[in-house]
């Protein structure tokens, strides 16, 4: 099973590069932005605490988020491979997910990076904004704050990564294709 953390800033183009991997690969796309968002949107209790978390910007608790991810995994462990997208976001859910994995006999394959600039990040997240009516899109304070979070707690993901060889890191500006060669030419290598 490939096994593919995708990883990079809030509006690096994850999850429209999961799109392109997906139809190339057959992975299961585990997105937590995804699964938080249907959650918040369900009006339960938990949907609104997660509500006020997410609408400022900061992060749901690790507890939360690992219980989300190991159920889609053990629910479908006959796919391919996973991409793993908002997901680790810290040190302590990255050696969650290898203990997780490891007790089902499986490993991250590659964390593989989407480098993009801070200053294309605000514009992409913008305008992302507009289409998708995200209201924690449309807030330059709030996405100032998610790139800060980004920063402080989850870019030191990279190093743990690093320290096992599973690290790379894939330029994230230019055209879909143009960045979606290089994820291609990342994940074929490690195939």
């Not at 999850?15 to 937590?32: D, P, R, V």
């Not at 995994?73 to 994995?101: C, E, H, S, Y």
Request: charged share 25%; net charge negative; glycine share 8%.
């Amino acid at each position: 099973m490939f096994n593919l953390v995708i990883f990079g800033p809030p509006g690096s183009g994850k999850g429209t590069q999961s799109e392109n991997i997906i139809a190339k690969y057959g992975f299961k796309h585990l997105s937590t932005g995804d699964l938080l968002r249907a959650e918040k949107n369900s009006g339960s209790e938990l949907g609104k605490k997660i509500k006020d978390i997410i609408d400022a910007g900061n992060l749901v608790p690790n507890e939360l988020v690992q219980e989300m991810v190991k159920n889609n995994v053990v629910k479908n462990r006959d796919a391919k491979g996973f991409i793993f997208d908002g997901f680790p976001r810290t040190t302590d859910q990255a050696a969650w997910l290898d203990q997780m994995l490891s007790e089902i006999g499986e490993s991250v394959t590659m964390m593989l990076a989407l480098d993009v600039n801070d200053d294309e990040l605000r514009v992409r997240i913008m305008e992302r904004g507009k289409v998708s009516g995200r209201a924690d899109d449309q807030n330059i304070d709030i996405v100032n704050n998610r790139i800060a979070v980004y920063k402080q707690q989850t870019q030191p993901v990279i190093d743990f990564y690093a320290k096992q060889n599973k690290y790379v890191s894939v330029e994230g500006v230019g055209t879909l294709d143009e960045v979606f060669g290089r994820i291609s030419k990342a994940i074929d290598s490690a195939l």
